[in-house]
């Protein structure tokens, strides 16, 4: 079984000063990884995903995230925010393999960040 | 391309009324998945289907909940009876397969209040 930690429930901040939204997992597998932003109302949209490769994943706005696999981290970064941005981010993670063939994702409670003008 | 689509929006019911939900997937994609979505938490999956077949239902309340995906396309979820508990956001997501490494689209949602 997975478990994902984001430790802040809410993150404030001012336009264009960087941003770092905090998120770590729990698995006795490997996993892949992903970052998920929701604007009210509306569905989850893909930031980005670490699958295999180079640790720093660059994804969609100017979001980047670093995987630490020792840290078993994967903290999403930017380093200018804008009011846009506004919106709740969800970390989440899936088994590379699954003998049942399910992958599905598990999630964090997700990062609330505000930008303030 | 079109996205998933969800109906209705918003819903409000009293409980131990019925209810159910559509979602009509990205063309193409093999693979459709229901989260229920509860306010200040993460989405968490209550079914995932391989065209019209379960894959995992394991956290799917199976005595008030069911959901179908008869030609593999588009899909129902249902709660009979609702509680007051099962107040929260249904999503519906679809990816093109089931492999892991495969991105979920997701839908805008429907919104349950059960009153």
């Known amino acids: 079984a997975q478990s994902v930690t984001q430790l802040d429930s809410q993150v404030p901040v001012f336009e264009e000063a960087p941003v770092e939204l905090r998120c770590n997992y729990s698995?006795?597998?490997?996993?892949?990884l992903f970052w998920y932003v929701q604007y009210p109302n509306q569905g989850l949209q893909l930031l980005l995903k670490y699958l295999s490769g180079s640790t720093l994943v660059k994804g969609i706005n100017g979001f980047e995230a670093e995987f630490n696999k020792s840290q078993t981290s994967f903290h999403l970064r930017k380093p200018s925010v804008h009011i846009s941005d506004t919106a709740e981010y969800f970390c989440a993670v899936t088994p590379t393999h699954s003998g049942a063939g399910s992958y599905q994702l598990t999630f964090g409670k997700g990062t609330k960040l505000s930008v303030i003008p | 391309e079109a996205g998933v689509a969800q109906s209705p929006r918003y819903k409000i019911i009293e409980k131990r009324q019925s209810v159910a939900f559509w979602c009509n997937p990205i063309s193409g994609h093999a693979t459709l998945y229901w989260y229920q979505q509860i306010l200040g938490q993460g989405p968490k999956l209550l079914i995932q289907?391989?065209?019209?077949?379960?894959?995992?239902d394991s956290q799917l309340p199976k005595d008030r909940f069911s959901a179908e995906r008869l030609k593999g396309v588009d899909s129902t979820l249902k709660i009979q009876p609702a509680k007051l508990e099962d107040s929260a956001v249904y999503l519906c997501?679809?990816?093109?397969?089931?492999?892991?490494?495969?991105?979920?689209?997701f839908g805008p949602g429907t919104r349950l209040t059960v009153l």
């Open positions: 997501a679809s990816s093109l397969d089931r492999g892991s490494g495969n991105e979920q689209f």
């Open positions: 698995s006795s597998v490997s996993v892949y």
């Open positions: 289907f391989q065209n019209n077949g379960v894959v995992d």
